[in-house]
């Protein structure tokens, strides 16, 4: 009787599980959890917090710049065709992402074997994203249709790239970590 009561518990729990799993916008996700005794198998994992640790100070940001010439046409509207050249930049942001997860483990022999385990874990884990100057912002365009943007000076590039970035963190400003 029990062992049924568990059973039935589980298979609706796993139901449960699948079910939310087919939503996109929801945090559980099915995963194998490396260093888990051979027996048990990870079944669902939910985020129950996730926080950035340490984002990057604004003000020391500074921008990567590749320089390269092109053959452009119909330069700034004009019928000048020529070799330019042309500045892209890019700002790596790297920060850490503190998590604190759930996760249910389920017998791999059956519920006879063992019951199910809850635990939990938490960690950080590096993350790390480029963000590039915008051509929209360039100093001059190339082609007619379609029209296309660039930057043919390399502070012009960098400023771009720093701005970028500048505004992708305040958008993580409201992810940080308490203090």
């Known amino acids: 009787m029990a062992k049924s009561r568990i059973l039935i518990a589980i298979l609706c729990t796993g139901v449960f ?34 926080c950035i640790q340490n984002l990057p100070d604004a003000a020391s940001l500074t921008a990567a710049t590749e320089g390269r010439t092109e053959y452009l046409k119909r330069i700034n509207g004009t019928e000048k065709n020529e070799y330019v050249k042309i500045w892209n930049a890019s700002v790596q942001l790297t920060y850490q992402w503190k ?10 022999g059956g519920l006879e074997a063992q019951a199910p385990i809850f635990h939990e874990a938490e960690g950080t ?14 100093d001059f365009f190339a082609f007619s249709s379609p029209r296309r943007y660039y930057f043919d000076s390399q502070n012009a590039a960098q400023n771009s790239a720093v701005k970028r970035a500048k505004q992708r963190i305040s958008e993580l400003k409201g992810l940080e970590c308490p203090k």
């Open 99 to 108: 998590y604190k997860l759930h996760y249910l483990l389920m017998p791999q």
């Open 17 to 50: 599980c699948f079910a939310q799993s087919i939503n996109t916008s929801n945090k559980s996700v099915s995963v194998k959890v490396k260093g888990l005794p051979a027996q048990y198998t990870s079944l669902r994992i939910d985020t129950l917090s996730r």
């Open 125 to 138: 884990m590096p993350f790390s994203e480029s963000i590039s100057g915008d051509p929209q912002e360039g």
